[in-house]
T-cell receptor, first 111, second 118 residues
Framework: DAKTTQPNSMESNEEEPVHLPCNHS???????IHWYRQLPSQGPEYVIH???SNVNNRMASLAIAEDRKSSTLILHRATLRDAAVYYC????????????FGGGTRLMVKP | DTGVSQDPRHKITKRGQNVTFRCDPI?????LYWYRQTLGQGPEFLTY????????KSRLLSDRFSAERPKGSFSTLEIQRTEQGDSAMYLC????????????????FGPGTRLTVL
């Protein structure tokens, strides 16, 4: 799987929007962009995924750059429960089924 | 609770002992994965099953590690002759194979088994 680059950590205030960036300049045409998050002392949980178009679900929005070399996970109103490590993962539809996690971004939410 | 469950949640063992972990996936999921996570790092893939067949193994899975999924339901991960470097969180995940490639296949993770090797 192609590599992703994320900031090590970010801070946000409660009830404000959060934009978590991810760079994936070597993305290929068959790569889907997946986001997972891991709350303290829990296993990772799926957040959202997309291919080319922006995506919304009940947890977050995913904005994908037109050239697909970067994407942004948007939490519209951060809560204290959103404090977690957020992982941006590229997953090829042609490759194996494992998830290749990088270091992720540790999001801290201040009350 | 219909999520992925893992047992035990914590295991402390002495170097050289064997340990076995169990994972019960979501009942209709045909794919099951094992990952290992050390402190401060993202999870690393170990192996995956589709039904009872073990289809992929990472180079991280040394010959001291063995995983089984005998009836395509629960899975076990055994580590023989444990070493201090095996201390980690062992995560299990399951998913449902979709007909359309890339259409989600989101993985659902269990809470993990934390192994400490003294």
């Amino acid at each position: 799987d192609a590599k992703t680059t994320q900031p090590n950590s970010m801070e946000s205030n409660e009830e404000e929007p959060v934009h978590l960036p991810c760079n994936h300049s070597t993305i290929s045409g068959t790569d889907y962009i997946h986001w997972y998050r891991q709350l303290p002392s829990q296993g990772p949980e799926y957040v959202i995924h997309g291919l080319t178009s922006n995506v919304n679900n009940r947890m977050a929005s995913l904005a994908i750059a037109e050239d697909r070399k970067s994407s942004t996970l948007i939490l519209h109103r951060a809560t204290l429960r959103d404090a977690a490590v957020y992982y941006c993962i590229l997953r090829s539809s042609n490759a194996g089924n494992m998830l290749t996690f990088g270091g992720g971004t540790r999001l801290m939410v201040k009350p | 609770d219909t999520g992925v469950s893992q047992d035990p949640r914590h295991k402390i063992t002495k170097r050289g002992q064997n340990v076995t972990f169990r994972c019960d996936p979501i009942s209709e999921h045909n794919r099951l994965y094992w990952y290992r996570q050390t402190l401060g790092q993202g999870p690393e893939f170990l192996t995956y099953f589709q039904n009872e067949a073990q289809l992929e193994k990472s180079r991280l899975l040394s010959d001291r590690f063995s995983a089984e999924r005998p009836k395509g339901s629960f899975s076990t991960l055994e580590i023989q002759r444990t070493e201090q470097g095996d201390s980690a969180m062992y995560l299990c995940a399951s998913s449902l194979k979709m007909r359309l490639a890339g259409s989600g296949n989101e993985q659902f993770f269990g809470p993990g088994t934390r192994l400490t090797v003294l």
